[in-house]
């Protein structure tokens, strides 16, 4: 069936560098726009950002905009997002989505 | 950046009830807008898109209706297994922001 898993989540020093995966299985990835959101401990939902299907258009948060860069590798279902220099209010779950689909998560944990 | 207002931001009904949620942007969206239900410790689950447009596999009792400006989420009879967080998420423009989100309890 149609699935999103996260992974790459952990605890990192702030000014570190993180990159999450999302790898994509039971549908044709190559064919949608996918997104990132996250959600800090207790607080609602956060958009991140969105690649196109074929990875030409980034869209970014003006919280995340020049640290962190979403891309994807067709060739293995597999969406990504680097994280640099994270900071302690980047501490969330991240999620990646494809409209009505949505992974489970993943905790990043930024902290000293 | 279109900011989505939700209101209330916390609600209590009783079991039967009909409950109203209503999401507010800062500018026109036309119908580029969805609602998601958050129960605790899962990931969303997409209700309603395109404003009024039911998810397949979504309960009838689930409805959105609006545009531009406006919308609201209307559960019909409020059931034990509606208790969660609803947030409204719009696609209009980047960034596609989410309103706060609006706590449902039984009360």
């Known amino acids: 069936q149609e699935q999103l898993v996260e992974s790459g989540g952990g605890v990192v020093q702030p000014g570190k560098s993180l990159r999450l995966s999302c790898e994509a299985s039971g549908f044709s990835f190559l064919s949608y726009t996918l997104q990132w959101v996250r959600q800090a401990p207790g607080k609602g939902l956060d958009w991140v950002g969105l690649i196109s299907s074929d990875g030409s258009n980034e869209q970014y948060a003006a919280s995340v905009k020049g640290r962190f860069t979403i891309s994807r590798d067709n060739s293995k279902s597999t969406l990504y997002l680097e994280m640099n220099n994270l900071r302690r209010d980047d501490t969330a779950v991240y999620y990646c989505?494809?409209?009505?689909?949505w992974g489970q998560g993943t905790l990043v944990t930024v902290s000293s | 950046d279109i900011q989505l207002t939700q209101s209330p931001s916390f609600l209590s009904a009783s079991l039967g009830d009909r409950v109203t949620i209503t999401c507010r942007a800062s500018q026109g969206i036309s119908s580029y807008l969805a609602w998601f239900q958050q129960k605790p410790g899962k990931a969303p689950k997409l209700l309603i898109y395109?404003?009024?447009t039911l998810q397949n596999g979504v309960s009838s009792r689930f409805s959105g209706s609006g545009s531009e400006t406006e919308f609201t989420l209307t559960i019909s009879s409020l059931q034990p297994g509606d208790v969660a967080t609803y947030y409204c998420?719009?696609?209009?423009?980047?960034?596609?922001?989410f309103g706060q989100g609006t706590k449902l309890e039984i009360k």
């Open positions: 989505a494809r409209g009505a689909l």
């Open positions: 395109a404003a009024s």
């Open positions: 998420q719009q696609f209009n423009s980047f960034p596609h922001t």
